[in-house]
């Protein structure tokens, strides 16, 4: 696991909740790295994802 995935993790777990914005703020990346490195924890299985209009939700599976 890399180390944009840990800190991933480790703020879900922390948060319970996160948006892709949240998750782009906190790596100082955009907001299509985010969610890119966010699907990839999905299909790790590590990650769920909720589809709300107009926002992705994620939280530990």
Do not use: C, F, Q, R
């Not at 490195?37 to 939280?59: C, P, Q, R, S, T």
Request: aromatic share 4%.
């Amino acid at each position: 696991m890399n180390m944009h995935n840990e800190k991933i993790i480790k703020l879900i777990k922390k948060e319970k909740i996160v948006t892709s914005s949240e998750v782009a703020n906190h790596l100082n990346v955009s907001w299509n790295t985010a969610e890119k490195y966010l699907l990839e924890l999905v299909i790790d299985g590590k990650v769920n994802k909720i589809k709300k209009v107009g926002v992705n939700l994620w939280m530990m599976k």
